[in-house]
């Protein structure tokens, strides 16, 4: 069956560290593949996708993430975190002919000043 | 300004009280969604629109009810709610099924 793996619930890293949230998929074929992040009391809204091409893409925010087809892998990083990172971040696969979306269950991310 | 908008915020209501949330979105998109988000669950589905007057269940579809008369609104109907559908709802639309996802800022309803 499809899924969305994140295996992290919850990370807290300091300001100005790296951080790389992982997502791992299961799915037969090549995915569309989102991220998206949920700030407190919002919505959810787009980080970035892939779709094709060049596996390594960019988003807003300066975030960016790699598909890695061998390890069925969608981490998303961002080499310098800022405080206003601090949110539930979700990744999500569109499986099958209408593209069904499939979403991981979050990771919840705490940013120490 | 482009946007989903749900209303309203906050709800709170007794079990069996018929209740309508209502979504509009501004895009002209084709697709609409709703979504519940529970903790430890994640997002669900709840129903989806893939055009006017076309609509599908989703994942969690029981004991709720929608209607796509126009393109831009989209309204989540609860005939007769019950306490475990007290949730955080977000209502979702985008051009087609497979492009990105533009959401509203949820519906956060309590049934008591």
């Known amino acids: 069956a499809q899924s969305v793996t994140q295996p992290d619930i919850h990370i807290t890293v300091s300001e100005g560290a790296s951080l790389e949230l992982r997502c791992n998929y299961s799915?037969?074929?090549?995915?569309?593949l989102f991220w998206y992040v949920q700030s407190p009391g919002q919505g959810l809204q787009l980080l970035l996708k892939y779709f094709s091409g060049d596996t390594l893409v960019q988003g807003i925010k300066g975030f960016e993430a790699e598909f890695k087809r061998s390890q069925s892998s969608f981490n998303l990083r961002k080499p310098s975190v800022h405080w206003s990172d601090a949110a539930e971040y979700f990744c999500?696969?569109?499986?099958?002919?209408?593209?069904?979306?499939?979403w991981g269950l979050g990771t919840s991310l705490a940013v120490n000043p | 300004e482009a946007q989903v908008t749900q209303n309203p915020r906050y709800l709170i209501t007794v079990t069996g009280k018929k209740l309508t949330v209502t979504c509009s979105q501004n895009m002209n998109h084709e697709y609409m969604s709703w979504y519940r988000q529970d903790p430890g669950l994640g997002l669900r589905q709840i129903y989806y629109s893939m055009n006017v007057e076309v609509t599908d269940k989703g994942d969690v579809p029981e004991g709720y009810k929608v209607s796509r008369k126009e393109k831009r609104n989209f309204p989540l109907i609860l005939e007769s709610p019950s306490p475990n559908q007290t949730s955080l709802y977000f209502c979702?639309?985008?051009?087609?099924?497979?492009?990105?996802?533009?959401f509203g800022n949820g519906t956060r309803l309590t049934v008591t």
């Open positions: 999500a696969v569109g499986a099958g002919n209408n593209r069904k979306l499939i």
């Open positions: 799915y037969g074929a090549t995915p569309y």
């Open positions: 979702a639309s985008s051009l087609a099924a497979n492009s990105p996802l533009h």
